[in-house]
């Protein structure tokens, strides 16, 4: 599985699909997953941030991963968000997540409103570490969480067995760090999606996107640029796309993603309270920039 997730540059992080009572809708986790794998998304994070993990319960987001994964059929690897705030349930959870036949790896987020020390996260994270053989990939997202991993415990936590990589959300100066003194099998993923081609020009392994679900060809489309060494051409389309990545997070995420695919007609349901849905004059402000750069 790890050598899966080290060919895939683009990771979706995933919406969960709710019906018009606020319940999952099952039967629409295929719809998002093969429209996602459809325009080049190369492995799906699934119950993560954009996933509204929060709201979700632990029983639902057993089911989700379990739907999720027999509808990728291996497709792609499936990374399972199975972090939270308290160490002890954490490690109950990976267990459980671990034991579900076709996980590449758990996303495990820094603890959240606790604000522990950078001891403490790495105490965390290694016990996490600890609890089962599951790949583990660090989630760091100050601007959600109040606390901040530092590029130091990263590189603490990197040495430990199977902590593969790291979603990092600190910005470029601390990516280039951590890039650098990272060794060459560590994974290290920008989950910003205006750094998503300066990370990977600088040695990152890609990004873990929320616009992908968007535009992801386009993104494909500059990474193969960039691959290719049309350093101007791959400029050319982030300058494009990036009215786009201000479009999706210009409220409180999922909330535009899932006005978008309401619009498209895709049907994924309202954001669970205390997230609310766009309202119409945000909607339109969104779909006028999407329309601009995906044709339908």
Not at 21 to 50: C, F, P, Q, R, W
Not at 58 to 65: G, P, S, T, V
Request: proline residues 5%; aromatic residues 6%; hydrophobic residues 40%.
């Amino acid at each position: 599985m790890t050598k899966k997730i080290n060919q895939a540059s683009i990771l979706t992080a995933m919406i969960t699909p709710f019906d018009k009572k606020g319940a999952l809708a099952m039967e629409k986790v295929s719809d998002v997953v093969n429209y996602l794998l459809e325009h080049h998304t190369e492995g799906i994070v699934v119950g993560g941030t954009t996933g509204e993990s929060p709201t979700l319960s632990e029983e639902e987001k057993i089911d989700l991963y379990k739907e999720t994964i027999r509808v990728v059929a291996g497709r792609v690897p499936v990374i399972c968000g199975v972090g939270s705030n308290d160490t002890r349930a954490s490690i109950s959870f990976i267990k459980k997540v671990a034991q579900l036949e076709g996980v590449a790896a758990g996303l495990c987020v820094v603890p959240f409103y606790n604000k522990p020390s950078q001891e403490g996260l790495y105490q965390h994270f290694k016990a996490l570490s600890e609890a089962s053989d599951l790949p583990i990939i660090l989630y760091n997202v100050p601007g959600r969480t109040g606390v901040n991993m530092s590029v130091e415990t990263t590189l603490r936590l990197e040495k430990l067995p199977n902590i593969i990589g790291t979603k990092e959300c600190q910005g470029l100066e601390a990516f280039t760090q951590i890039v650098k003194n990272v060794s060459d099998d560590f994974l290290v993923y920008s989950g910003e999606d205006h750094l998503a081609l300066p990370c990977k020009l600088i040695g990152g392994a890609g990004i873990i996107s929320v616009s992908s679900h968007i535009v992801g060809d386009k993104m494909y489309e500059m990474y193969q640029a960039l691959e290719n060494k049309e350093i101007e051409e791959a400029a050319t389309i982030h300058q494009e796309l990036n009215p786009v990545f201000d479009a999706v997070f210009s409220a409180p995420s999922p909330a535009p993603v899932k006005a978008i695919y309401n619009e498209w007609g895709l049907d994924v349901g309202e954001p669970r309270l205390p997230l609310v849905s766009c309202n119409t004059e945000e909607i339109v402000r969104i779909m006028t920039e999407i329309n601009q750069v995906v044709k339908k």
